[in-house]
């Protein structure tokens, strides 16, 4: 297999790749244009930092890749819809840099306090400038930290060790997470209107580009200064400098750019402006701790299928996934029954999980079910990754729903297909025993049946001698009847068989079953439990 490294790479990392078995490593830098396509075309995995851009052209010319890899945290160089549909796992590795960028978001906030640069450069070129170089202390001053993620962490913690008041402002962590780490919880408004300083430790994505922008720095204090050492964009650049300009913000330090490599912005006009080179990562420590995560991550995806730190794909810790194995089955058989009584796509496909079940993640399960039904649309090569894609290519809509307190069962996973005209075929599944895997429910009808092999499923006129014509026909024909479940509705009009038989159906039996006077419907089911 072989792996191509186009960025520049600890010798730690390249030491692991190039001692596994079975792995090549491609170890080029600074490809451009058709030379890195020509060396991607061959490779069944990619590792970059953020030089490399694995453009969708870029993806669509590596029809062996299986995996990209970033020895870093961010992804942005990487056009992830685009791995995605292809079904090629993204992976990242989020904790290799986070004391190196922790330190550096604070290095920075000294250095902008100090006045440090200016002095440096005044100095080395003879110039002794005390009097223009005061700076303030940022010891009672209060630093807002935009982001409690693993950076923004460690920045909460040193500031501390500072002795500043810290508030944070992260509407996806409990509050008492940040209590316990000795900041104080803000609104994003407070954290805005309060603080001395403003740094930001958030992931570049739709919701967060231009975060800090005109109308949000003119909600801060007079006087407050800003940092980014998380991605470029996050902070509006032109905006930022029209503050500075002002006197609005008194500093910034910049460690990201909108475009990178960057070496000519108007920010570095000015006097009150700290910039660094995307430094924040770029430690010896944690270029080597990225490179041997992605590097052994890598490996053990191309060789055993373990994903680690995904970022387009669910990602389930082993303890859980092994008590999530029965039930990720159950959703695989589930769909894969549905998928088979499909005869064209539905509009919306609806996952229930209950009981039981719903204490468990509801991704993981969703792509299981997914990966059952999609194969019966005629598709091919679908994995983890690449299925909620295909599903949302075909105008199919994938929503999941989930409640504790049932009244039937233990536990259960249902799907259900609804199509435009508003009709639905749904099957609903259940383990009401450890190693008893039971379809419970289809078209709404309850029945109990086992969940492999080749199944006929029968809608019929509620009448009687239907049980009879069916098995005198498979008699006929030589099919051997190995279990046969009964359903109905209250109204005794319309009922269900579930036929299980020894071997498979061909489509002229199948057909046959359309000429019995009272049979409304049949179909061929085949199952595999796992």
Not at 64 to 69: D, F, P, R, Y
Not at 141 to 149: D, M, R
């Amino acid at each position: 297999m072989r792996v191509l490294v186009s960025d520049k790479f600890s010798e730690k990392g390249l030491a692991i790749l190039e001692s596994t078995p079975d792995i090549q490593v491609d170890y080029r830098t600074g490809l451009k244009g058709a030379e890195l396509a020509e060396a991607i075309a061959e490779a069944d995995a990619l590792i970059v930092r953020s030089s490399t851009k694995a453009t969708a052209e870029l993806i669509a010319g590596a029809p062996k890749l299986k995996a990209i890899g970033r020895a870093g945290i961010g992804v942005d160089n990487i056009d992830l819809a685009a791995a995605s549909r292809r079904g090629i796992v993204v992976m990242n590795t989020p904790g290799g840099n986070n004391v190196a960028t922790g330190e550096h978001a604070i290095s920075m906030m000294m250095a902008l306090s100090r006045r440090i640069p200016q002095a440096h450069g005044a100095l080395k070129n003879g110039r002794w400038e005390k009097s223009q170089n005061i700076g303030v202390e940022v010891f009672g001053k209060t630093l807002g930290v935009l982001g409690f993620g693993n950076v923004g962490r460690i920045v909460v913690s040193r500031a501390l060790g500072l002795q500043m008041r810290v508030l944070v402002h992260d509407p996806f962590v409990v509050p008492d997470k940040i209590v316990e780490a000795g900041a104080i919880p803000a609104t994003f408004e407070e954290l805005l209107a309060k603080c001395d300083y403003v740094s930001v430790h958030v992931p570049k994505g739709e919701k967060t580009l231009n975060l800090i922008n005109h109308d949000t720095i003119a909600k801060m204090k007079d006087g407050v200064r800003i940092i980014n050492c998380a991605r470029g964009g996050i902070v509006n650049e032109q905006d930022l400098y029209d503050a500075l300009q002002s006197g609005k913000v008194a500093g910034a330090a910049v460690d990201v750019f909108v475009t990178e490599p960057c070496t000519d912005s108007p920010l570095f006009e000015l006097d009150n402006v700290v910039v660094t080179p995307h430094l924040g990562a770029s430690t010896s420590e944690a270029q080597d701790n990225v490179a041997i995560a992605i590097s052994e991550q890598i490996i053990d995806y191309l060789r055993g299928g373990v994903i680690k730190n995904p970022v387009n794909a669910p990602q389930v810790a082993p303890e859980l996934l092994e008590r999530m194995r029965p039930v990720l089955s159950l959703a695989h058989t589930v769909g894969s029954f549905v998928g088979q009584l499909l005869d064209r796509a539905p509009r919306d496909l609806k996952i229930f999980i209950g009981g039981d079940f719903a204490l468990f993640p509801d991704a993981p399960l969703q792509i299981a079910v997914l990966l059952g039904v999609l194969p019966h649309f005629g598709i091919e090569d679908i994995n983890p990754v690449s299925a909620p894609y295909l599903a949302k290519e075909r105008g199919v809509s994938v929503a999941t729903s989930k409640r504790e307190s049932l009244q039937d069962f233990v536990n259960v996973i249902g799907v259900k297909a609804v199509f435009e005209d508003g009709t639905e075929i749904g099957v609903q599944g259940s383990i009401p025993a450890p190693g008893e895997e039971r379809i419970v429910r289809v078209f709404g009808y309850a029945i109990n049946v086992d969940t492999n092999g080749y199944l006929i499923v029968i809608t019929n006129h509620d009448v009687p001698g239907v049980v009879g014509e069916v098995g005198t026909l498979l008699g006929q024909r030589g099919i051997n009847i190995g279990q046969l479940r009964l359903a109905r509705h209250k109204d005794l009009s319309e009922a269900l068989m579930v036929v299980t038989v020894d071997g498979d159906i061909t489509p002229e039996v199948v057909a046959e079953f359309g000429n019995l006077p009272n049979v409304t419907s049949a179909r061929v089911v085949h199952l595999v439990s796992e």
